[in-house]
C-alpha cells in the first residue's frame, strides 16, 4: 500500500523561502504522477504544482506565480516544493498527493489516489 509523508513546513516570515518533501513507500514512485495542493481554513483544496511520472513536465496552479517549483528525486522517491518568496497568502495545510493512472499528472485532486496527510506553511508579516 503506498504512503505519503510530507515534511518541511513551518512558520516563517513573507519574504522566505521553505522547501516541502514527500516521501513515499510502498509503491513504485516512479510509475506514479505527483501533485502538491494546498488548504487554507475555510477554502476549498487548491492545486499548486504537478509533476508527470517522468519529470519531463511539470504544472503550476495561478498560486504558485512563478514562486514555486515541484522536482522528484526518483531515487530517493521523494518529490520536492521549492517556495520562495512566500506571501501571508500562502499560509496553509499542503498535501502532497500520487496519480497512479495517469502518466502526466492533473490539476484536478479527484484524479489523485493516494494523499499525505499534510504540513502546515505559515507566513507572518
Known amino acids: 500500500q503506498v504512503q505519503l509523508v510530507e515534511s518541511g513546513g513551518g512558520l516563517v516570515q513573507t519574504g522566505a523561502s521553505l522547501r516541502l518533501s514527500c516521501v513515499a513507500s510502498?509503491?513504485?514512485?516512479?510509475?506514479?504522477?505527483m501533485g502538491w495542493f494546498r488548504q487554507a481554513p475555510g477554502e476549498e483544496r487548491e492545486f499548486v504544482a504537478a509533476?508527470?511520472?517522468?519529470?519531463?513536465?511539470?504544472y503550476y496552479g495561478s498560486s504558485a506565480g512563478g514562486r514555486f517549483t515541484i522536482s522528484r528525486d526518483d531515487a530517493e522517491n521523494t518529490v520536492f516544493l521549492q517556495m520562495r518568496n512566500l506571501k501571508l497568502e500562502d499560509t496553509a495545510v499542503y498535501s502532497c498527493?500520487?496519480?497512479?493512472?495517469?502518466?502526466?499528472?492533473?490539476?484536478?485532486?479527484?484524479?489523485?489516489?493516494?494523499w499525505g496527510q499534510g504540513t502546515q506553511v505559515t507566513v507572518s508579516s
Open positions: 510502498g509503491g513504485t514512485f516512479g510509475r506514479f504522477a
Open positions: 498527493a500520487a496519480d497512479l493512472t495517469s502518466e502526466g499528472g492533473s490539476s484536478y485532486d479527484a484524479d489523485y489516489e493516494i
Open positions: 509533476i508527470s511520472r517522468s519529470g519531463g513536465t511539470t
